[in-house]
T-cell receptor, first 113, second 112 residues
Framework: DMKVTQMPRYLIKRMGENVLLECGQDMSHETMYWYRQDPGLGLQLIYISYDVDSNSEGDIPKGYRVSRKKREHFSLILDSAKTNQTSVYFC????????????FGPGTRLLVL | QQKVQQSPESLIVPEGAMTSLNCTFSDSASQYFAWYRQHSGKAPKALMSIFSNGEKEEGRFTIHLNKASLHFSLHIRDSQPSDSALYLCAVNSGGSNYKLTFGKGTLLTVTP
């Protein structure tokens, strides 16, 4: 059964703290994504990873960075979190070398106080 | 930059009704068009997708694409309460084979 996992599922941090969100997939998908979803704004793309150590900025990369050292694992890092980074973060993966169905993880709900 | 808009923002229909959701896009070079469904508190999940002009049916769901009018739609036949969810349309950007741009969604409520 194809699966994308995210850890942690819920996280509360204080402004200025560092945040690490982790995503894993067991489908050997090449492409992985990080999105954030806010009410009224929909899903916004933060970063795309085409494969190990091959990452590209999405539409809203400011304040975020990513790391992909293994094909099955993709991390999102917030250095010195800000209150406006409070959101639900989704990771997704897709199999192909082009546009294809994206499989989403369950999401991480982040609150920055 | 690709712009994707959905209408209506929300919709309430009775059980058994036909539901129609709309999506417009701005990039005429787009090649991939998809619908995702997101139940409350859950992850988005792909429903169906289409590449070519025309119609595609899968069970109670039909997708229509008209590239010339920059429009595609999702029709749900015999809507069920379990169809109540946020429906997101997604379109690839013509210049990218990897990136999808999502609409803000239509919140569908099917009343028993």
């Amino acid at each position: 059964d194809m699966k994308v996992t995210q850890m942690p599922r819920y996280l509360i941090k204080r402004m200025g703290e560092n945040v690490l969100l982790e995503c894993g997939q067991d489908m050997s998908h090449e492409t992985m994504y990080w999105y954030r979803q806010d009410p009224g704004l929909g899903l916004q793309l933060i970063y795309i990873s085409y494969d190990v150590d091959s990452n590209s900025e999405g539409d809203i990369p400011k304040g975020y960075r990513v790391s992909r050292k293994k094909r099955e694992h993709f991390s999102l890092i917030l250095d010195s979190a800000k209150t406006n980074q409070t959101s639900v973060y989704f990771c997704a993966s897709s199999p192909g070398q082009g546009v294809d169905t994206q499989y989403f993880g369950p999401g991480t709900r982040l609150l920055v106080l | 930059q690709q712009k994707v808009q959905q209408s209506p923002e929300s919709l309430i229909v009775p059980e058994g009704a036909m539901t129609s959701l709309n999506c417009t896009f701005s990039d005429s070079a787009s090649q991939y068009f998809a619908w995702y469904r997101q139940h409350s508190g859950k992850a988005p999940k792909a429903l169906m997708s289409i590449f070519s002009n025309g119609e595609k049916e899968e069970g109670r769901f039909t997708i229509h694409l008209n590239k010339a009018s920059l429009h595609f739609s999702l029709h749900i036949r015999d809507s069920q309460p379990s169809d109540s969810a946020l429906y997101l349309c997604a379109v690839n950007s013509g210049g990218s084979n990897y990136k999808l741009t999502f609409g803000k969604g239509t919140l569908l409520t099917v009343t028993p």
